[in-house]
């Protein structure tokens, strides 16, 4: 089974993103049964980078901490979508099939909208590139949130809509994978954690820097002698998350019984934060010191991922009537 999975470049990973959706990806990956196809989104973040510079530091950090949390790139397939020029070429194909009222509907363009960001083409026409990065590798399935899944039922109404239009299969209509729900994953703040509200844990951050998030967290002022409340407890919810289930017992007991203050909590959160990735950051010091080489992996993605992009352009220009045949 073909997984295909993209990320923007648009920012620091933190541990949302990886209890949300890398742990599963790097799962999916040692399942011998899957094929892995995993890209760095970056034609994707021009529609909010304006900066070349940025984006392309951007886009070598993804790869190298997608890298370092565990994809591996003799198992995946990992590659920069801006290196794959068929793309914007399939998007184009696409373009000229998909209903305008499709993309009208779409959540995530009228949410960015309402949230007062500037609408531009690239924004309104992002689920056709989109479709193009699925359905250029043939996917089978891609792993989406239950929240995400307007974003695959769009690719799939394209792609039906080329291949009606052609009258041949030659798309192939993927399915969704939806991924196991995970409690949301609370922000320094309190909120969801996210780039947007700048409340995020980052993963690769320095460890002064980490500590100084977390010993940030926004907590209440129940007396260290009381018990804590659990609900709505920023520390709470995130030391479950961490905290290995043998040993969450105990760790309850700190807020049940009371006596604990939460800078001791937050304290041992830091120590289980860093002990999860403690490998994963030593290995993203050893790729910030070796750039050639995931440079060298995202090239071989492309390579490795251009026969089957080779055989679905020949297929779409072919009925398209482009070229010689």
Not at 116 to 131: D, E, K, Q, R
């Amino acid at each position: 089974m073909r997984i295909l999975s993209g990320v923007q470049p648009t920012g620091n990973l933190h541990i949302g993103n990886y209890l949300g959706a890398i742990r599963q990806f790097v799962a999916l990956q040692n399942d011998s049964a899957n094929e892995g196809y995993f890209f760095v989104a970056d034609l994707h973040a021009m529609t909010t980078i304006r900066s070349g510079s940025e984006l392309r530091e951007n886009s070598f950090k993804v790869a190298a901490d997608y890298i370092a949390l565990g994809l591996d790139p003799k198992r995946s397939v990992l590659y920069r979508q801006s290196d794959v020029a068929e793309v914007p070429e399939l998007a184009w194909m696409l373009s000229t099939v998909t209903p305008m009222g499709l993309l009208q509907r779409g959540h995530s363009y009228k949410d960015k909208v309402s949230k007062g960001i500037t609408p531009n083409h690239g924004l309104f026409a992002y689920p056709v590139l989109m479709a193009a990065d699925i359905l250029i590798v043939r996917a089978d399935k891609v792993p989406v949130g239950r929240d995400q899944k307007q974003h695959l039922e769009m690719t799939r109404d394209i792609a039906a809509a080329f291949n009606q239009a052609y009258g041949e299969p030659i798309l192939k209509v993927p399915e969704e994978l939806i991924l196991p729900d995970v409690a949301v994953v609370p922000g320094i703040d309190g909120q969801k954690m996210s780039k947007s509200y700048g409340n995020t844990l980052e993963i690769f951050a320095p460890e002064g820097e980490l500590k100084r998030r977390v010993m940030s967290i926004v907590t209440d002022s129940t007396p260290v002698s009381d018990p804590k409340p659990t609900r709505g407890n920023t520390v709470y919810t995130l030391l479950k998350l961490f905290t290995p289930e043998a040993q969450w017992p105990g760790t309850r007991r700190l807020f049940t019984e009371g006596g604990t203050g939460y800078g001791e909590m937050k304290k041992r959160l830091l120590g289980l934060v860093l002990d999860t990735f403690r490998d994963a950051r030593a290995r993203r010091e050893e790729l910030e010191r070796d750039r050639a080489y995931v440079e060298e992996v995202l090239r071989d993605g492309r390579e490795r991922a251009a026969t089957v992009i080779g055989q679905v352009m020949a297929h779409c220009r072919r009925v398209c009537g482009l070229g010689w045949v």
